[in-house]
T-cell receptor, first 115, second 111 residues
Framework: DQQVKQNSPSLSVQEGRISILNCDYT??????FLWYKKYPAEGPTFLIS?????DKNEDGRFTVFLNKSAKHLSLHIVPSQPGDSAVYFC??????????????FGTGTRLTIIP | GAGVSQSPSNKVTEKGKDVELRCDPI?????LYWYRQSLGQGLEFLIY????????KSGLPSDRFSAERTGGSVSTLTIQRTQQEDSAVYLC?????????FGPGTRLLVL
């Protein structure tokens, strides 16, 4: 039972354009959502998070949007850069400690930025 | 500062043998987590230590898996009588506030 789903295993985007990565979840108890980025042979690196009381959070080139009614979130990267090429994981948690709870991860989307 | 470290980075073992994987969290982090990533899958939660509280073992796939955290710092994940389906990358993370920081993982291959 996959509670966090990333339905696109891969995505290719031209350098300078916008990258949009999508994530859907089924568990209505999830109230905190995170995006992690992973390079080969390295552990995932935290990118950005959003609490369920918000619908948008922005940090530089990265913006996460949350649509609670649709149980959908997305990560926008603009402008996309070659260094953004990596696997992106969506994750969710439930509980009072936000990201300090066990995380449920999606299967990842491999983003390739084309120079 | 130093991040989360894990050892060994790679481990090849024979089916039926026991293995121990080590995690050194970021100094001062009270919470420590173990996840694993099987081929083509997302990260799967295994176990979670928070301070002196009893660990959350709800993600351990079988009783062949166990973990301990000594002195609130270093953690060891033990897999007894390894099976081929245990082959995966085992990732450790630690956190103090809202963000989990991951180590590079141990790639385990059971032949």
């Amino acid at each position: 039972d996959q509670q966090v789903k990333q339905n696109s295993p891969s995505l290719s985007v031209q350098e300078g354009r916008i990258s949009i990565l999508n994530c859907d979840y089924t568990n209505s108890m999830f109230d905190y959502f995170l995006w992690y980025k992973k390079y080969p042979a390295e552990g995932p690196t935290f990118l950005i998070s959003i609490s369920s009381i918000k619908d948008k959070n922005e940090d530089g080139r990265f913006t996460v949007f949350l649509n609670k009614s649709a149980k959908h979130l997305s990560l926008h990267i603009v402008p996309s850069q070659p260094g953004d090429s990596a696997v992106y994981f969506c994750a969710a948690s439930a509980g009072a400690n936000f990201g300090n709870e066990k995380l449920t991860f999606g299967t990842g989307t491999r983003l390739t930025i084309i120079p | 500062g130093a991040g989360v470290s894990q050892s060994p980075s790679n481990k090849v073992t024979e089916k039926g043998k026991d293995v121990e994987l080590r995690c050194d969290p970021i100094s001062g982090h009270t919470a420590l987590y173990w996840y694993r990533q099987s081929l083509g899958q997302g990260l799967e939660f295994l176990i979670y230590f928070q301070g002196n509280s009893a660990p959350d073992k709800s993600g351990l796939p079988s009783d062949r898996f166990s973990a301990e955290r000594t002195g609130g710092s270093v953690s060891t994940l033990t897999i007894q009588r390894t099976q081929q389906e245990d082959s995966a990358v085992y990732l450790c993370a630690s956190s103090s506030l809202e963000t989990q920081y991951f180590g590079p993982g141990t790639r385990l291959l059971v032949l």
